[in-house]
């Protein structure tokens, strides 16, 4: 079920699973990343445990209002004005947030502007929103030298930005197995829906307008972290600040992943998510550490 939601200026390219009428989940994914990169087979499985699950494209990706390459008139903010767009337009006072790297930044944002909204965030491969405490390890040299790639990159060869592409992926896997023909499929569907594939790195010159010193401290829903264990664009470290920095957060750490949602580790993501979010609505008993 895809749907556009017209926010202001902009159009977001949504798509849903499930029935409208159970709780809602809504997946913000990260910079660069359209709702392609929530896999099919991780929506249908979280909908059919009993949630209404919608994905989204954000700005400069998939079939959402983009911008030329390099411009970029909008911060980190307006991203998560978007989310809250995207519960707007399906009618959501409400809802379960599910965020991965930057849609876990973002959704931080919108738990601390309108926490009346957010039951519970779940964050993936993300890091801390306005971080006061010792440097967290970021993004490995390997991913530098790719992307320093795109700057002689023939964005008209299909071939060669596909190979581009699937090497991101890849590395993205952070030396775990890797499954090429998985990520040439959605890397496929990618190329055929975006607007410009370029626009999406756009998203490399965010900025943020607000102050958000020491922000995650004041989050106050329950948080669900999950962190590959090999992640070599955000290293685990930021998944263990975050679960110390927000009260009450719970870290589960994916062993044999990276940044990233391999098929192998869906059973135990959706697991965990599942069992989570039934917790925060009281249908279990709340035990163990967290929540």
Not at 135 to 164: K, N, Q
Not at 166 to 179: I, V
Request: negative net charge.
């Amino acid at each position: 079920m895809e749907r556009v939601v017209r926010a202001s200026d902009i159009e977001i390219s949504t798509e849903s699973f499930g029935d409208a009428g159970n709780p809602a989940l809504v997946l913000a994914m990260g910079a660069t990343a359209s709702k392609l990169w929530w896999p099919r087979d991780f929506c249908e499985a979280l909908a059919k445990s009993g949630y209404h699950v919608i994905r989204y494209d954000h700005r400069d990706t998939g079939c959402s209002t983009s911008y030329p390459p390099g411009e970029a008139p909008y911060a980190a903010e307006d991203l998560a004005d978007d989310l809250l767009s995207v519960m707007d337009g399906y009618n959501l006072d409400r809802a379960h947030v599910a965020g991965m790297s930057l849609g876990g930044y973002i959704a931080q944002m919108v738990a601390l502007r309108q926490p009346e909204r957010v039951l519970s965030l779940t964050l993936i491969g993300s890091e801390p929103l306005g971080w006061t405490g010792p440097d967290l390890p970021s993004i490995a040299p390997e991913f530098m030298l790719h992307f320093a790639a795109m700057e002689t990159l023939d964005w008209s060869d299909h071939g060669a930005v596909r190979d581009f592409m699937l090497e991101a992926a890849r590395l993205s896997a952070g030396g775990n197995p890797f499954d090429a023909e998985r990520e040439l499929r959605r890397i496929d569907a990618e190329l055929g829906r975006a607007r410009d594939m370029r626009s999406a790195f756009n998203h490399g010159m965010l900025t943020v307008r607000d102050d958000w010193h020491d922000a995650t401290a004041r989050i106050s829903q329950p948080v669900l972290v999950m962190h590959g264990e090999q992640d070599p664009i955000l290293p685990l470290a930021n998944g263990e600040a975050l679960a110390t920095a927000i009260p009450r957060a719970r870290l589960v750490v994916l062993k044999g992943v990276g940044h990233e949602i391999p098929q192998a580790a869906i059973p135990v993501m959706i697991a965990e998510m599942t069992e989570f979010m039934r917790q925060v609505a009281g249908l279990t008993p709340r035990t163990g550490p967290g929540f």
